[in-house]
């Protein structure tokens, strides 16, 4: 893995433009949602001429489902998913990727805690240095508070130590990942494990993942639940449960992304005479 810190100057040859799906995890986000959407299309549209943007709505209970829904009646590059019942962020990622049905494969948190423009070098340098994976990690963090940055630091130290891999920042929301990877890997992780899971099972199967740093910015908006004690636990447990699967990843029953060559079982009976 290498870092990638600063921006890219050189001008290159330009890259192809890839077919690009972005997806946004939501639970009650109704004060980002039409923010992030029109931000998301806004950038997207500069990259590609084929890309969609869907919002995981996990059972919100405020107007976050309403707010998306009308979005994407409008435009059919927006889809908005809907969990009747709140899977966690491990649940609304599986569906992200799941759902997702372009090449490349990118994910933040609605409040848009990076600059999206940032997809664009991110693209690039998995073009560049032929990866299949770019994982991000934050240049300054001292907005989030002390006690934030010990946690952060204490479980990539954990991660590290346990899995001989070395990210900084593990649990950003900001990866770039190529749908081949989604195809050769199965995520069970329910909770905030699952970026974990993802960069190190990915690592484990061969592939090359990348990291670049860029600026942070914090919600200023509604509550953030990722540092509270009880996901902090439950993200423990899910490590020790998954800890021997997660370093030595085997053939996947169930891929996060069916392969373009395999198609799902219809499970619907016909209809007799």
């Given amino acids: 893995m290498v870092d990638f810190g ?20 939501a639970w009650n986000e109704e004060d980002y949602v039409e923010r992030a959407v029109a931000r998301a299309v806004t950038v997207l549209e500069r990259l590609t001429d084929d890309f969609e943007v869907l919002v995981i709505n996990d059972a919100s209970t405020d107007r976050t489902k ?6 994407a009646a409008k435009d059919p ?31 933040s948190d609605m409040d848009l805690p990076f600059d999206l423009n940032e997809i664009g070098r991110a693209l690039h340098l998995m073009e560049y240095l032929e990866a299949d994976m770019i994982s991000a990690f934050r240049h300054d ?11 952060s630091f204490v479980y990539n130290a954990l991660i590290t130590s346990l899995f001989g891999t070395h990210i900084k920042d593990i649990n950003f929301s900001f990866k770039v990942v190529h749908r081949r990877v989604l ?12 970026d974990a899971e ?15 740093g860029v600026d942070y910015f914090p919600r200023t908006r ?15 447990k899910e490590l020790s449960e998954l800890h021997t699967e997660v370093k030595h990843p085997t053939d996947p029953v169930r891929p996060v992304r069916l392969p373009e060559s395999v198609k799902p079982i219809n499970r619907t009976r016909k209809k007799t005479a």
């Fill in 77 to 107: 590059r927006v889809r908005c998913i809907t969990h009747e019942v709140n899977q966690k962020l491990g649940g609304a990622m599986k569906t992200g990727f799941s759902s997702s049905t372009k090449d490349i494969v990118v994910y």
């Fill in 183 to 194: 195809e050769a890997l199965e995520l069970k992780s329910q909770g905030s494990f699952i």
């Fill in 141 to 151: 963090r001292t907005s989030e508070g002390p006690k934030r940055i010990l946690y």
């Fill in 198 to 212: 993802l960069v190190v099972k990915a690592i484990k199967k061969g592939f090359k993942v990348f990291q670049i």
């Fill in 6 to 25: 600063g921006s890219c100057r050189v001008k290159h040859a330009p890259m192809t433009r890839p077919s690009i799906s972005l997806f946004l995890p």
């Fill in 66 to 71: 309403e707010l998306a829904e009308a979005i």
């Fill in 222 to 236: 509604g509550v953030s639940t990722l540092a509270s004690p009880s996901v902090i636990v439950k993200m423990i």
